[in-house]
């Protein structure tokens, strides 16, 4: 099994910043893609950002040159950087990992607890 632990979610005033992590542990062979999605109330859950095991991201249009995703293998954990941050990203921000455990050769997708991110002066 694989537990995911996330932190760093709050209230921010618009133009602040805010750093989520996102630290798995358990029974890890190996951490392929690692993500974060948020979903807002009343709207569907939606890709924030991703990044490979070889460290090459992606991330959607509207977060572009504010959020910036990361990981540190050594630790099992992914970030997500939020910069100039808007009302409009307020939401439950959840992590997503695609892990192969140990003694296994199949891939599973995990999910974080969510972190509740506000943005409002």
């Known amino acids: 099994q694989v537990q995911l632990v996330e932190s760093g979610g709050g209230l921010v005033q618009p133009g602040g910043s805010l750093r989520l992590s996102c630290a798995a542990s358990g029974s890890i062979f190996r951490i392929y893609d690692m993500g974060w999605y948020r979903q807002a109330p009343g709207k569907q859950r939606e890709l924030v950002a991703r990044?490979?095991?070889?460290?090459?991201?992606n991330s959607v249009d509207s977060v572009k040159g504010r959020f910036t995703i990361s990981r540190d293998n050594a630790k099992n954990t992914v970030y997500l950087q939020m910069n100039s941050l808007k009302p409009e990203d307020t939401a439950v921000y959840y992590c997503n990992l695609r892990v192969q455990s140990i003694g296994s050769s199949w891939l599973y997708e995990y999910w974080g607890q969510g972190t509740q991110v506000t943005v409002s002066s």
């Open positions: 990044i490979t095991s070889g460290g090459s991201t």
